[in-house]
């Protein structure tokens, strides 16, 4: 009788057979920008914020060009509570004042993006660290929201006005990883807290990405949660356009911001679990993909 052992040269075929499946993705995407928005649990486990760090740089060595944009939510609520500085919510939107305004940059660009370049750098000198504010890349104008019918001001908040890509394309250009803190100046000159979906969803828009990924902590848009656990693998805008209204208030920005990549022209958008250990190479470079992605109405289901 004879017993057939898996051996290093077994492995080695099968990691050979992986590189090989990734060929036509490759090839489909040399070259391209892929604008990544980095958040949740993928942000805070060690494991995983490796793994994040490891699919970048393959991203960038296998020819394509990386942009991540992040925010930092729990990281600026634990120095919040840390230093004392009372923090609330309206409307789904961080009441930011002007003494929680120098937290919120303080943390994002001096904590969160410094620990996301190290990360990348450990592999070699690619990453770069920028800031919203820097040559005005984003252009803030002061957000509101409805609360009982009635417009209220909620401090230092902003949306995307006006993108100014040129930092960025530089970056690109130079073979660089930029890593972009969601951080917009006003035309008043004072800086704002931008929400990092709809920054990065801005971004990959101006950038003219191929592909627009969101990293969550869920597998994708559930069909009908909390009824459900199906996921949505493949949604058409009109139908999202529908369907935002109804989901849950932690998806409707990071769906709005698919809907509006997608409308503006980008590709595609892709909505996936970012607690899966190399989530974002199983999503670009495997038939599978995981998660959900999003297209242009009539756009052929591939």
């Not at 990453?127 to 001001?153: K, N, P």
């Not at 803190?181 to 006003?186: L, P």
């Not at 970012?274 to 992605?293: C, K, N, Q, W, Y």
Request: hydrophobic share 45%; net charge negative; glycine share 10%.
């Amino acid at each position: 009788m004879s017993i057939l052992r898996s051996t290093p040269r077994d492995s080695a075929i099968a990691n050979a057979r992986v590189l090989a499946d990734a060929l036509p993705w490759l090839e489909r995407f040399h070259g391209a920008t892929v604008v990544v928005k980095y958040g949740g649990n993928a942000m805070i486990d060690d494991t995983l914020r490796r793994s994040f760090a490891e699919d970048i740089l393959f991203l960038r060595l296998a020819g394509l060009r990386p942009v991540i944009t992040h925010g930092g939510g729990p990281q600026i609520s634990a120095m919040l509570d840390q230093l004392g500085i009372h923090s609330e919510f309206t409307g789904g939107y961080r009441v930011t004042t002007s003494e929680a305004m120098k937290v919120v940059r303080m943390v994002l660009t001096g904590q969160v993006q410094r620990e996301i370049v190290s990360l990348i750098n450990e592999h070699g000198p690619y990453a770069v660290g920028v800031s919203g504010e820097d040559a005005h890349l984003f252009t803030a104008s002061r957000r509101m929201v409805s609360v009982d019918g009635e417009q209220q001001d909620i401090g230092f908040v902003g949306d995307v006005r006006d993108v100014r890509p040129d930092l960025v394309t530089a970056l690109l250009d130079d073979g660089l990883i930029p890593v972009v803190s969601s951080i917009g100046i006003g035309d008043d000159g004072e800086v704002y807290n931008i929400n990092a979906d709809a920054a990065a969803s801005a971004l990959a828009r101006s950038l003219g990405a191929k592909k627009f990924v969101l990293l969550t902590d869920v597998e994708g848009l559930y069909a009908d949660w909390p009824h459900s656990e199906e996921i949505i693998r493949t949604i058409y805008v009109d139908e999202l356009r529908a369907k935002i209204p109804t989901l849950s208030s932690g998806m409707i920005p990071k769906m709005q911001a698919c809907l509006d990549a997608v409308s503006w022209g980008i590709p595609r958008a892709h909505v996936i679990d970012g607690r899966v250990p190399h989530a974002l190479l199983l999503e670009i470079f495997s038939d599978e993909g995981i998660g959900t992605m999003v297209l242009p109405q009539g756009a052929p289901d591939e």
